[in-house]
């Protein structure tokens, strides 16, 4: 297995997380404006076991979701990575690229580079032939992502999130797509 320890794009480092990430993540998991289409903000705890979570994954798989540092500052903005979802669906298992930004963060493009970042580890050292991202219907922030990422969406494979029950609003999700002959095609957003 290749270790992939950390990755540097021009303005980000993922990287794997730190003692010092566990305060700023906790504020950004308790930002209502941020978790306004997941279930609910987080706890300290329930975001200090997130990065412990998180870290043991990367320990373990050598990708996963990494921390996410503005490289000129050295704050922590969120995270970004490969996951594979724990649910099941008609597209599982199957592996995800996935975000989460501090508010302050949002509106520069760093969601995109760093997705980018880890396409490159899904699809390069990897060798992933597809991967996927899903978020709830009304998210447009993350759907605008995924669609500069180049992913696709066939409505029809649009899904109830299992963990979600029926009725809760945010049980509707979308889903993006993206093989790897697409991501390394002509029509591949920036890299």
Request: aromatic content about 8%; charged content about 20%; hydrophobic content about 40%.
């Amino acid at each position: 297995m290749t270790s992939v320890t950390s990755i540097r794009t021009p303005r980000l480092l993922l990287r794997g997380w730190q003692e010092a990430d566990r305060e700023p993540f906790a504020a950004i998991n308790a930002d209502p404006e941020v978790m306004e289409y997941l279930p609910s903000t987080l706890t300290r705890e329930e975001s200090d076991a997130f990065v412990d979570r998180a870290q043991a994954l990367l320990e373990a798989e050598d990708h996963g979701l990494w921390a996410l540092e503005v490289r000129a500052t050295g704050q922590l903005i969120g995270y970004t990575g490969l996951a594979h979802p724990s649910f099941q669906a008609a597209f599982t298992p199957c592996t995800e690229v996935g975000w989460r930004l501090a508010r302050d963060a949002w509106g520069h493009g760093y969601a995109t580079e760093a997705a980018h970042a880890a396409l490159r580890v899904g699809f390069g050292t990897l060798g992933l032939a597809e991967v996927v991202s899903f978020a709830a219907v009304g998210n447009a922030r993350s759907r605008a992502v995924m669609a500069r990422l180049g992913m696709s969406h066939n409505p029809a494979e649009d899904f109830d999130h299992p963990s979600l029950p029926e009725g809760h609003p945010l049980r509707r999700h979308v889903l993006y797509r993206l093989t790897r002959q697409e991501w390394s095609g002509p029509s591949s957003a920036i890299r």
